[in-house]
């Protein structure tokens, strides 16, 4: 008889997930992916001032800030048609770099390392096994026998107390952990390490933003930053040297580092690049535009369907005249008031709320579709839509990975492989590769365009009569787009279709399900009531609820409810 | 010379959890405060918070709280001032991860001990809400128990030996999301 396990982290406040799967003989038969509040927020900003969105928009979510400040001055800025300076575009670039990388660094080791490795595991390692192991990978620095002793000891401190703390929810000793106690105490250390890093990723963002979280320097038009290689205040030769040495480290530690455990745990996890698959349409749109205009990107863009590699179809401009035609959101199944999908400059926000019930409504998510289908978004997305038009730089670091492992594990990893949970970890690690040498690139690109004597940084906008934008960015999660509409001056309507929204997707009026919720199904679980597996294949999404309050929950109960009915 | 982080935390886009960005904005305006405290609008910044917290002798977070009536036995007023201590908070179970978000202050802090960077000493000034619903402003409830954060926050900088003094002239209070709303807080300057 199937049972029903509802993974639910029941802060009461905050826009969570929640999953619930039926299992039958011990795999995942049916899956329902919700989101727990209602992401009403874009109504605040009707009848404001469009230059101003960004600053709201970027409240939106505390994890991904300049994700939604960028991508609202590109939404405004595409209702303009508005260019944008050279200097602008490489700044805004480096800042999405940096926080993609640092966002990347911290799902990995923060969010999802501890679904593969089992800390109790660790006591019994041998640093010095550990260490011979890790310098056969790679040339880091910071895989000597005394970093793995020092940080073994932290783990054998904290078991020794009997005070797990961070620890206490972990499934350790569960039948899925596989690693041997040197790669658990190996990827361990550098989740330690990674803390250095994703800060120094997070510093370019400050420096380059004049602050962080909130970044400040973003303006309708272009970005507000001074340049003046003779002023002491302004953007000068001193400070892009600091962002040179601070992406150094961050590049050697993508490489060195990021890369190859996902490589290393990969290669030990074989099985998992058959697991997971789910929605194989894919979605990115191109970013990192090179020029004014936005005519030539970095980052290529475009839709893959069924899977189908080789028939992957481009898009030319990242607010191409297709995407702005195929997105509708349908609300059967979302806790909105019923009505057909519509197109999000037209899109509605009325809540309907029912309770959750998996055969109606479910979901305070709506479900996105491109010409109706459901569609996966992501690092891994990106990455198959580039690989399949020959991208150079994204067949550099996919056939690097790919290397990587079949050396570790003598795994040949086909692109095929790719539609799974770990072939979405890999994809995230060789966008990472990507990333970090683009960084240097634009940093490059921004230096000798101010050497040339070009400061400007800034178009001003014109607003007059009614007009419509997407703004859209390809960010650590997938395709974000940003819609509005500007009436006389003033927001008529916005909406955010966020990636977390294409990929938590619940079902649509003709069932078809949205890509968490076909990933999971026929996910064999050791332990039903222990569902480490289903995390596992979540966590590859690197979901994130947008719109998330931060309210502080004392009862004690951050604790997941994991309810088998 | 004390390192110190005051940082006001939530999101200002839903009502009395805005609370906090809004505290911290009101306090750097009216004070001024010794060389190494640092004031912020932090957000909600989920992970992020580890760096926040790290290498600081102290930090005093402001943040709207939400005790419900199930695990608390009797309802909790909204606007009522609830202080937690480092112990407090330490002793709380971290979230499982489902997202970023879920890894809130227990977790960022419990990550802070084990990364061996967590302060001394923290606290947690907590302001029950009223609603959380979408909206730049706060409830009156929560208005009215400004004065109460503010001693509290002071009382705490007084304990670590910390100084502070009003600001002769305060400066500009950057509400920017509040623009439609009464500034003014009923703190007297």
């Known amino acids: 008889m199937a049972k029903r396990i509802t993974i639910d982290p029941i802060t009461r406040i905050e826009g969570h997930l929640r999953i619930d799967v039926e299992v039958d003989n011990n795999a995942v038969s049916n899956a329902w992916a919700s989101c727990t509040m209602w992401r009403g927020i874009e109504k605040i900003l009707r009848g404001r001032d469009p230059r101003d969105a960004w600053l709201f928009t970027q409240r939106f979510c505390g994890v991904c800030t300049t994700v939604h400040a960028m991508a609202s001055v590109r939404a405004v800025e595409d209702a303009l048609k508005l260019e944008i300076p050279l200097n602008a575009q490489y700044i805004r670039n480096l800042i999405l770099i940096a926080h993609a990388l640092h966002d990347h660094i911290v799902h990995f080791y923060q969010l999802s390392a501890l679904d593969w490795v089992d800390i109790m595991q660790i006591p019994k390692a041998d640093p010095a096994a550990t260490s011979k192991l890790a310098e056969s990978l790679s040339p880091w620095t910071g895989n000597s026998r005394n970093e793995f002793k020092a940080a073994q000891d932290r783990v054998n401190a904290v078991a020794a107390s009997g005070q797990l703390g961070i620890f206490m929810n972990g499934y350790w000793g569960h039948p899925a952990m596989r690693l041997s106690p040197e790669v658990n105490l190996l990827a361990f250390t550098h989740y330690v390490q990674a803390l250095e890093y994703q800060r120094k990723a997070l510093q370019v963002v400050g420096i380059l933003g004049s602050k962080t979280p909130h970044i400040q320097n973003l303006t309708v038009g272009g970005v507000a930053n001074a340049i003046d290689l003779d002023s002491a205040s302004a953007l000068n030769m001193d400070r892009l040297e600091m962002i040179r040495v601070l992406l150094t480290d961050v590049v050697r530690f993508i490489n060195e580092v990021y890369l190859v455990d996902v490589c290393a745990v990969a290669a030990m996890y074989p099985e998992w690049f058959k697991i997971g698959k789910g929605v194989t349409n894919y979605l990115a749109v191109p970013d990192l535009p090179l020029d004014s205009a936005g005519s030539a990107y970095d980052l290529p863009g475009g839709i893959i369907m069924n899977g189908n590699i080789a028939g992957v179809h481009p898009f030319k401009t990242a607010a191409d005249k297709e995407f702005r035609e195929a997105v509708t959101e349908d609300v059967a199944h979302a806790y909105y008031q019923a009505g057909k999908p519509l197109h999000p400059w037209v899109g509605e926000t009325e809540p309907a709320f029912t309770g959750w019930d998996g055969e109606q409504k479910y979901s305070w998510v709506k479900a996105p579709r491109f010409n109706g289908q459901p569609m996966q978004v992501g690092p891994l997305a990106q990455v198959l839509v580039g690989y399949a038009q020959g991208h150079p730089l994204t067949r550099k670091y996919a056939d690097l990975a790919i290397g990587k492992i079949a050396a570790v594990g003598g795994v040949h990893v086909t692109p095929d492989m790719l539609h799974s949970t770990l072939g979405r970890h890999a994809a995230r690690a060789i966008r990472a590769g990507m990333l970090a040498e683009l960084a240097q690139k634009h940093l490059q690109l921004l230096t000798d365009n101010v050497a040339k004597g070009d400061y400007t940084v800034h178009n001003p906008p014109v607003f007059s009569g009614e007009v419509e934008g997407v ?13 509005i ?12 279709v966020v990636p977390s929204t294409w990929n938590a997707s619940p079902r649509d009026a003709s069932g078809a399900h949205g890509p968490y919720e076909a990933s999971l199904l026929h996910t064999p679980l050791a332990r039903p009531e222990e569902p480490l597996e289903v995390l596992r294949t979540v966590h590859s999404f690197d979901p994130c609820m947008a719109c998330a309050c931060h309210t502080f929950d004392p009862s004690g109960r951050q604790i997941a409810k994991v309810k088998v009915l | 010379m004390k ?10 886009l839903l009502g009395d959890d805005g609370v906090g960005p809004y505290m911290a904005r009101l306090l750097e305006a009216r004070y001024e405060f010794d060389e190494g405290v640092e004031v912020a609008d932090l957000g909600t910044p989920a992970l992020d918070l580890i760096d926040q917290l790290s290498g600081k002798d102290g930090v005093i977070l402001i943040d709207s709280i939400s005790i419900d009536v199930e695990t608390n036995g009797t309802d909790v007023v909204p606007g009522t001032v609830v202080l937690y201590r480092k112990a407090d908070i330490m002793r709380l179970r971290p979230s499982v991860r489902m997202d970023p978000h879920s890894p809130a202050l227990v977790d960022a802090l419990l990550s802070a001990e084990l990364f061996g960077v967590a302060p001394r000493d923290l606290l947690l000034v907590g302001i029950q809400a009223e609603s959380f619903e979408p909206s730049c402003s706060l409830s009156k409830a929560v ?18 030996g910390v100084e502070y003094r009003l600001r002769e002239h305060p400066a500009e209070l950057d509400l920017w999301w509040a623009a439609e709303q009464t500034l003014e807080s009923s703190v007297a300057p």
Do not use: C, F, M
């Open chain 2, 3 to 12: 390192k110190v982080l005051i940082g006001g935390i939530g999101n200002v």
């Open chain 1, 471 to 483: 703004g859209t960015h390809e960010a650590p999660r997938g395709t974000l787009s940003h819609w």
């Open chain 1, 485 to 496: 509409v500007v009436k006389d001056g003033k927001i008529k309507n916005y909406q955010a």
């Open chain 2, 143 to 160: 208005t009215a128990s400004l004065d109460g954060v503010i001693a509290e926050v002071l009382r705490e900088l007084d304990r670590w």
